[in-house]
């Protein structure tokens, strides 16, 4: 059996700078360090050191962190501090079908992906091509192309069946896509659309109980660094006041 490890690597400097390994490639060209041998890397045990060119670096585990960290930008992507939330608000774990709208650049796609693992599923649909493929490749990077399904359309085309346990909506108009996301989940599955605006909440939420949907409500995620010092612990000045609501609801069994 190969001893190289199949998963994505990070090399850290002295300074705490991060470069992200693909572990597909024999030889990577990578930013700021030039080209590394990354299948001698991946031989390496986790946490040991490597000089390159001079430098010396350490080796990690690449977390879901590092890898949305290094994904290539397009549209306004999810933080994990609220994809965090729509995992646990909607019980996303091991073998969840999951239907997402609007994949973007794949940063949700990416967590969704991430958590249902290989005996899950996750389905996206994504209208704009450059996206889906900016999307696409993002995913290659993490390596979990495997799981996900991008469909290049209108969501509006999907016609499933009580085929999954969540649908996961990052789009302008949430409430026009409720019947199709009503006939995709199965009963008892849980509904999310990530919008920036209290006025998407309020006609998100209105549409939902129109519908039938049970227990929805919506959540807004701050989140604030803690600047450690000796003697000078204090919360960060940088706070990023606002991204986005977690609007949510689940479907009645009919
Ligand atoms: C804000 S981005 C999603 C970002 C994504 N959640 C992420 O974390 O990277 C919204 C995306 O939804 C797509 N979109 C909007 N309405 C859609 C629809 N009805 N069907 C398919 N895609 C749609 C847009 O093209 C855009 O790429």
New binding site residues.
């Given amino acids: 059996m190969s001893d190289v490890k199949r998963v994505p690597l990070m090399l850290m400097d002295e300074k705490g700078s991060k470069y992200l390994i693909i572990p597909t490639q024999e030889m990577s060209e990578i930013k700021g360090i030039g080209v590394v041998d990354s299948e001698r890397l991946m031989k390496e045990p986790f946490g040991s050191k490597i000089e390159i060119s001079g430098k010396v670096y350490m080796i990690l585990e690449a977390s879901l962190l590092d890898i949305l960290a290094n994904i290539k930008r397009g549209?306004?992507?999810?933080m994990a501090k609220d994809s965090a939330q729509i995992l646990v608000g909607c019980g996303i774990g091991p073998g969840s079908k999951v239907l997402e709208?609007?994949?973007?650049?794949?940063?949700?796609t990416i967590v969704l992906a991430y958590y249902v693992g290989p005996e899950g599923k996750v389905v996206t649909?994504?209208?704009?091509e450059k996206?889906a493929r900016l999307a696409s490749r993002n995913l290659d990077q993490a390596g979990l192309t495997h799981i996900v399904e991008i469909n290049v359309g209108?969501?509006?085309d999907c016609n499933s069946v009580g085929e999954f346990d969540t649908v996961v909506m990052?789009?302008?108009q949430p409430w026009d896509?409720l019947d199709i996301s009503c006939k995709a989940l199965k009963p008892s599955g849980h509904f999310c659309a990530y919008v920036p605006t209290m006025n998407q909440v309020e006609q998100t939420i209105r549409a939902l109980r129109e519908s039938g949907f049970i227990e929805t409500r919506a959540v807004e995620n701050l989140q604030r660094e803690i600047v450690v010092g000796k003697g000078g612990t204090r919360p960060s000045f940088e706070m990023l006041g606002h991204t986005g609501y977690i609007t949510v609801g689940r479907k009645m069994g009919r």
Wanted: charged content about 10%.
């Fill in positions: 549209p306004q992507w999810i709208i609007g994949t973007g650049s794949g940063a949700l649909y994504e209208y704009n996206n209108e969501a509006a990052d789009v302008p896509l």
